[in-house]
């Protein structure tokens, strides 16, 4: 090896272009192989980069260059040879030189491009295509980043060489080589996506956090090209046009949001953001006299893309400009059809082989987008949306799909259902019963063995939706999503306090097999249906049966009482069928609790399909069941909740209280039956002996309902270890935070400056670090915790220190509090918490 590498550096030093680019392959082969090639790189830089060379031997030596590190000396005889090779003759040299810039380590690139401003600028005219297309595409890269924007706050010299190196750029875009006005447009996308998604460039392994100027300075790039892209979109798009059809994906970003910007109203806050002068911000603002101006170059942009959505073969052009047309759509003044357009195509990629890879992608695309079409296509995508949903594989993007999906139902129902009240026809298919009649999904929710995760995902999240669905959403002045299109009612157009309870009332008849299911252990998606049902009939009060038109209901009341009272009828049925010990004490109670008992008289007492029978007759089954395992019933809490079932129902009805005295006294007796239980059975039974003789005096042993659901799918700690509960916590975990996502998104920071206004408060700082630093012999443990400013969350490092020689096979660490609590910030939640470990005190055993 030594021999090959003293050869390379050999033919590095001779003068013969063929054998120094020879040389430069072979070191880069080495390179590849996973070899120190640090002394040649040096070579390289002394013979190559430092001296006269070839055009080819330059590009060679600066990828040789780029697969290795240098020592700043070395770094310094680079940046030397660039200056040197920017005055070069030969511009496919320059166009070599000015690529490496990219790869300068920050403590070498803000003087380099200080002293070179000039020669930087030049190359911007060069009649060389190459160099042209170098230095779009090296500034392009350069200057999006956030070192060079951290560099611009402290020098305004650079600030003002970068803006005008922008606007070139910007010019670019319509440059004659298709190449350089490809990589314009990748340039001036590349601004505006740093920008729009706020990703946060890493150097060194660092994350920088934007400053307020860095922000600004940001804004000021971000305002200027906004405007060039407006000024110009004609000529762009002609230009774009022209341009081989493989290269013009990279045309699709940069004028849809510049186009969107200037019609939504974004790109005034953006220029506040810049902080820039009124008249400086007067004289170099687009002056939009209109909002027909802004419609007309929202359609002009849409006439200009629509074509690629049906005449493309390429997969990636179809969904880059489906998803952008979907972001137009989204305008003020948009339409429906737009949004229907770019769905279909995005739709057609499902099937396509060399597109698969990006199913989640599609999937995510179109159930994001749902709220912008119109009514009838929302319920023509549904089911094979929801069969799509289910073959998705990573849990989060299913779980989010999931909870677009149920938003859609919920909202579809409640639209459908306001306007039928106003006299139009419903249009069918509307109803929650009907989007999920599919034959498939209507066989795995009726199944009680399958194995399926997904249905309880569903039952879950449509439980969950209702739920937010009956909260009052937040006004937000500019949301972001124009409330314009059917559909919008998914923001928070609602009609009536008690709206939501219609589609939940839908919700619980449909996923109402759920009491079934065996689910080898987990409760959750039966807990949230429970929930719901126990709210719903505390709402209605089907305690009292259902109201009448003389006692003030409406039609609408009575029909939903009437349906409630019968899906309560036939969860009692359902009883006999339920497979999980632990869910069967949960739905007794439910149903015990807000059935009315009032309408129960039975034609015989003692008749089998009586509802007060089946009640009583599963209240036994539970009572003395010794059998179950603690995977499928939690005994203690079980036998509580029918328990207390019996008193209430023996304190409210007179028949049931003569059945349940029967039962409870063989209970009382039976060897199933321990101490606590025994004791809790006597003072039942006195409760309901004393209401039967007294039956004015309910009071003693029944309350009203509160509509709470007092029993949750967490187990006692013992049992955290079962994969059952892990799954449960898992699955509540994923759908919390795809429900928040949805329904509560977190608001931009552009939304935030438009609510607030510019506000340092709405900057990022990083968070302060505080040593916690103990010792004992034989080890020592530095710590520090980390104190988040934007979450209370603290974080807390520890490292040991063995002080002996010895090994030591287990150390025992505690972790606890003493003295003040003056280092928290003042964060309220953090304190609380590390307040709670003085007394979730930490102790681990761990080997070093």
């Known amino acids: 090896m030594d021999i090959l590498f003293a050869q390379i550096q050999a033919d590095l030093r001779s003068n013969d272009a ?6 430069l392959l072979q070191a880069l082969q080495q390179s590849a192989a996973g070899r120190d090639i640090s002394v040649i790189a040096k070579s390289a830089v002394e013979e190559i980069v430092a001296s006269p060379a070839s055009a080819v031997c330059k590009k060679l030596a600066f990828d040789l260059i780029r697969s290795t590190r240098l020592t700043p000396d070395l770094w310094d005889t680079v940046c030397s040879g660039v200056k040197t090779d920017l005055h070069f003759p030969d511009p496919d040299v320059t166009a070599a030189a000015v690529s490496i810039l990219a790869a300068l380590p920050a403590f070498s690139l803000p003087k380099l491009i200080s002293d070179c401003s000039s020669e930087i600028a030049s190359c911007f005219d060069s009649p060389s295509d190459n160099l042209r297309f170098s230095i779009t595409e090296t500034l392009g890269c350069i200057l999006a980043r956030d070192d060079l924007v951290t560099l611009c706050e402290n020098n305004v010299g650079l600030l003002d060489k970068v803006s005008n190196w922008w606007a070139r750029i910007g010019q670019n875009m319509l440059d004659k080589s298709d190449a350089v006005s490809k990589v314009a447009f990748e340039s001036v996308g590349r601004l505006f996506q740093e920008f729009d998604s706020k990703r946060m460039s890493r150097l060194a392994g660092d994350k920088l956090v934007d400053s307020e100027n860095s922000l600004a300075i940001r804004s000021k790039w971000v305002s200027s090209m906004v405007d060039i892209v407006w000024r110009k979109r004609s000529a762009l798009m002609a230009r774009s046009l022209v341009l081989p059809v493989e290269t013009f994906r990279a045309t699709v970003f940069p004028l849809v949001f510049a186009v969107k910007a200037v019609a939504s109203g974004s790109v005034e806050v953006i220029r506040q953001l810049s902080k820039a002068s009124s008249a400086a911000a007067a004289a170099n603002a687009t002056v939009v006299d209109s909002n027909a101006e802004k419609l007309v170059g929202v359609s002009d942009l849409v006439t200009h893309l629509a074509p690629f959505l049906a005449s493309s073969l390429d997969p990636a052009l179809i969904f880059e400009v489906g998803i952008n047309m979907l972001y137009l759509a989204d305008v003020a003044g948009g339409k ?39 009514l009838h296509m929302q319920v023509s995508l549904f089911r094979r949306l929801l069969l799509m949903v289910r073959n998705l594989r990573a849990e989060s993007d299913r779980m989010h799909a999931l909870a677009c999906i149920c938003r859609t139902a919920l909202c579809v129902h409640l639209f459908a259902r306001e306007s039928a009240r106003r006299g139009q026809k419903p249009l069918p298919g509307t109803d929650i019963i009907s989007l999920f009649e599919d034959a498939r999904i209507k ?34 002045k500019n949301s972001g999503m124009e409330s314009r299109v059917i559909g919008a009612l998914a923001y928070g157009t609602g009609y009536g306090a008690l709206n939501w309870t219609e589609p939940a009332l839908e919700v619980v008849e449909v996923c109402r097999p ?48 009437t349906r409630l009272q019968n899906l309560q009828r036939e969860l009692v049925k359902d009883l006999q069928e339920v497979n999980t010990p632990r869910i069967l004490g949960r739905l007794i109670w439910t149903i015990a609790e807000h059935i ?4 129960l008289d039975p034609l015989l007492a003692d008749d089998p399909d009586d509802p007060l029978n089946i009640i009583i007759a599963n209240i036994h089954k539970v009572l003395f069941n010794l059998d179950a395992a603690a995977t499928t019933s939690n005994r203690l809490q079980d036998v509580q909740a029918v328990l207390l079932c019996a008193q209430r129902m023996g304190s409210r009805h007179a028949r049931a209280g003569q059945l349940l005295t029967k039962e409870l006294e063989e209970y009382r007796n039976h060897a199933a039956a321990d101490t606590v239980s025994k004791h809790q059975t006597r003072l039942i039974l006195q409760r309901i002996k004393y209401v039967s003789n007294l039956p004015e005096r309910k009071w003693a042993g029944v309350s009203e309902t509160r509509g709470d659901y007092p029993f949750s799918h967490h187990k006692l700690t013992v049992q955290f270890y079962e994969p059952s509960a892990a799954q449960d916590r898992k699955l509540e975990g994923l759908i919390h935070k795809a429900i928040l996502e949805l329904w509560r998104p977190k608001p931009t920071e552009l939304t ?6 510019v506000d340092s408060t709405s900057i990022k700082v990083p968070p302060t670090a505080y040593p916690l630093t103990g010792s004992s012999d034989p080890c020592y443990i530095e710590a520090y915790h980390l104190a988040d400013t934007n979450d209370g969350r603290v974080t807390l490092h520890l490292k040991i220190i063995n002080l002996t020689e010895l090994e030591l096979n287990r150390v025992d660490i505690r972790v606890g509090l003493s003295g003040a609590l003056y280092f928290m910030d003042g964060s309220p939640q953090a304190v609380r918490q590390l307040r709670n470990l003085v007394s979730q005190c930490h102790r681990w055993c761990v080997p070093i």
């Open 18 to 23: 063929l054998r120094q680019s020879s040389a």
């Open 336 to 374: 429906p059809e737009w949004a229907s357009q770019s769905i279909i195509a995005i739709l057609t990629l499902w099937d396509r082989q060399e597109f698969s890879s990006a199913r989640e992608s599609i999937v995510r695309a179109v159930v994001t987008n749902l709220h912008l079409l119109d």
């Open 443 to 476: 066989d795995d929710l009726n199944s009680v063995t399958s194995k399926s995760l997904f249905r309880e995902e569903l039952v879950a999240m449509l439980v969950e939706s209702c739920f937010q669905l009956s909260l009052p959403l937040p006004e937000q």
């Open 514 to 561: 759920c009491v079934k299911w065996d689910c080898d252990g987990r409760t959750y998606a039966v807990d949230c249906y429970l929930k719901l049902l126990v709210r719903l009939c505390h709402i209605y009060d089907t305690r009292g049966g259902v109201k009448r038109l003389k006692d003030g209901a409406s039609q609408d009341q009575i029909l939903n009482e």
């Open 596 to 599: 009315d008992l009032e309408g």
């Open 752 to 757: 935030l400056f438009l609510t607030k206004g």
